[in-house]
């Protein structure tokens, strides 16, 4: 599954319209896939990292690293094969994308498990309101 999401990421990531700017800082279509695609990566392992571990570090490290690993594959790709055109700009927007990405998802996994510990201590107090 996880090859699976990584190979995703790589092929969403591709865009023919960066061909027709040239490369700065302005926050056009490109940067926008770099940085979407570098948030969708690392909000899925950061969430589920933090989930089982409950490891705020270790959640940010595992998703900025999968966010910003598939960003730079995506520049190494273009880099080696000329089929894009690679830069910086798109690699810091996609690792800032995985950031952000990464803090949402470890937002989302605290958010549920505050929710599923508020269900069993309910749980317990009605069985021991039962006893």
Known sequence: MKKLLVLFAIVTSFNTQAQHFQDDWKFRTDKKFHAFVGFQMSSVFATGCY?????????MVWGVSVGGGVNLIKEVFDLTTGLGT???Q???YGVGGAVIGSLSGIALAQLVRKGEERRLRKQQLKKEEAL
């Open 90 to 92: 798109d690699f810091a």
């Open 86 to 88: 690679a830069s910086v």
């Open 51 to 59: 989930h089982g571990t409950s490891n705020f570090k270790e959640a």
